[in-house]
């Protein structure tokens, strides 16, 4: 068991991953970037964003295997599975699942502006320099 936990790749709990200004700054953007998807859907967007927003969350929040069952269901359609999505499906589809990580990365943002987190500093933005 042990070789097992040893290949999960985590930071050691006392080093930073970036400062908590610079998240809030990336989350602003993140925010920013989904009600811009949010208002004009485009699939490569919402890819693109939803890939940065996955990106930053692992960073500083670590890797999730397991899923709420209600993040699970975000998106689906009444279609079964396999079927493909008109234009309006597809945008429903993505209004639903923009909506809801938006709601994730607000919840973070206050959680962090007003408790921090472990993995971010109060210093100056030199870890992100270092990168």
């Avoid at 967007?45 to 975000?74: P, T």
């Avoid at 959680?111 to 500093?121: F, I, P, T, Y």
């Amino acid at each position: 068991m042990r070789g097992i936990l040893a290949a999960v790749a985590t930071p050691p709990a006392s080093r930073s991953v970036m400062s908590r200004r610079r998240f809030l700054s990336l989350t602003d953007q993140l925010i920013a970037d989904g009600e811009a998807v949010l208002t004009t859907p485009d699939w490569n967007l919402f890819r693109a964003w939803l890939l940065n927003s996955d990106e930053l969350l692992e960073r500083v929040w670590g890797r999730m295997d397991r899923y709420h069952l209600a993040w699970l269901n975000v998106g689906r359609d009444s279609a079964p599975p396999g079927s493909p999505l008109d234009s309006p499906g597809t945008d429903r589809f993505i209004a639903e699942v923009v909506s809801a990580k938006l709601a994730v990365l607000r919840t973070m943002k206050s959680a962090v502006e007003r408790r921090g987190a472990a993995m971010l500093s109060d210093g100056p933005d030199q870890i992100e320099e270092e990168r």
